[in-house]
């Protein structure tokens, strides 16, 4: 669990590290949830999530406001988080978080991304039971609180695990379906959480070698810079 199989997390964030396009995502998952739950941080646990995602990023409270108010726009009514499965060479797996106004737009440009590199979008549902779900919270050490200790606090709010980080601080992980009592959790203790974020962990991680994942690199990066895409989540160990 310690290590994150999200899709090379240090090619994404220098992929993702332009502000150009790293607000512009962040704004998309901020606009989205509280399209779908309300504009009120306080009873919107998703919006919470996305807000705290972009303070992590050091999004300006400007953007972060313009974004919530986006979504009594007119123009998002289409707007919808969509997911989307594939198959990659050499048994990666792959699976695709997307905010969209258009999802003909973005699963045809997917499918054209996995064609041309010898895979295949597949039909939904058929890889997500390969992947656990669940809520990461990123932490810095609470003063008089060593991690036995801790770790009974959070274990009513759905602790799975507890890791300390070189830094110091904390990660913890739980079920998905637990974020919102995890951050309650979290903000009763005082925790200064530097990241709260939901992904998915893959269940049977494949090895790949330099040459093959050299190939992978090509079209994950494709998948990545498309306008839709939110998060990529892969296989690869």
Same mark, same amino acid.
């Given at each position: 669990?310690?290590?994150?199989?999200?899709?090379?997390?240090?090619?994404?964030?220098?992929?993702? !590290?332009?502000?150009?396009?790293?607000?512009?995502?962040?704004?998309?998952?901020?606009?989205? @949830?509280?399209?779908?739950?309300?504009?009120?941080?306080?009873?919107?646990?998703?919006?919470?999530?996305?807000?705290?995602?972009?303070?992590?990023?050091?999004?300006?409270?400007?953007?972060?406001?313009?974004?919530?108010?986006?979504?009594?726009?007119? %123009?998002?009514?289409?707007?919808?988080?969509?997911?989307?499965?594939?198959?990659?060479?050499?048994?990666?797996?792959?699976?695709?978080?997307?905010?969209?106004?258009?999802?003909?737009?973005?699963?045809?440009?997917?499918? @054209?991304?996995?064609?041309?590199?010898?895979?295949?979008?597949?039909?939904?549902?058929?890889?997500?039971?390969?992947?656990?779900?669940?809520?990461?919270?990123?932490?810095?050490?609470?003063?008089?609180?060593?991690? %036995?200790?801790?770790?009974?606090?959070?274990?009513?709010? !759905?602790?799975?695990?507890?890791?300390?980080?070189?830094?110091?601080?904390?990660?913890?992980?739980? %079920?998905?379906?637990?974020?919102?009592?995890?951050?309650?959790?979290?903000?009763?203790?005082?925790?200064?959480?530097?990241?709260?974020?939901?992904?998915?962990?893959?269940?049977?991680?494949?090895?790949?070698?330099?040459?093959?994942?050299?190939?992978?690199?090509?079209?994950?990066?494709?998948?990545?810079?498309?306008?839709?895409?939110?998060?990529?989540?892969?296989?690869? @160990?």
């Amino acid at each position: 669990m310690g290590r994150a199989f999200e899709y090379r997390r240090a090619a994404k964030e220098k992929r993702w !590290g332009k502000m150009s396009t790293l607000f512009p995502r962040l704004g998309k998952a901020i606009t989205l @949830a509280a399209k779908e739950g309300g504009t009120d941080p306080e009873m919107n646990a998703k919006l919470r999530l996305a807000i705290q995602a972009a303070k992590a990023e050091n999004m300006p409270k400007d953007n972060i406001e313009n974004a919530i108010k986006r979504a009594d726009h007119q %123009d998002m009514a289409n707007f919808v988080e969509a997911f989307y499965e594939g198959k990659a060479p050499y048994g990666v797996l792959v699976y695709i978080e997307c905010a969209t106004d258009n999802t003909n737009r973005t699963v045809s440009n997917l499918k @054209a991304y996995f064609s041309r590199s010898g895979g295949q979008i597949v039909p939904s549902g058929q890889l997500e039971y390969m992947f656990d779900r669940k809520a990461v919270f990123e932490f810095n050490k609470i003063e008089g609180m060593d991690r %036995d200790s801790l770790e009974l606090e959070l274990i009513d709010a !759905g602790l799975e695990e507890l890791e300390e980080t070189e830094e110091g601080g904390f990660v913890a992980y739980s %079920d998905y379906t637990t974020f919102g009592d995890m951050q309650k959790a979290l903000e009763g203790l005082k925790a200064d959480v530097q990241k709260a974020s939901l992904k998915r962990f893959p269940k049977n991680p494949v090895e790949l070698t330099d040459e093959q994942m050299a190939e992978i690199d090509k079209l994950m990066e494709k998948v990545e810079n498309d306008d839709d895409v939110q998060q990529v989540f892969t296989n690869i @160990a």
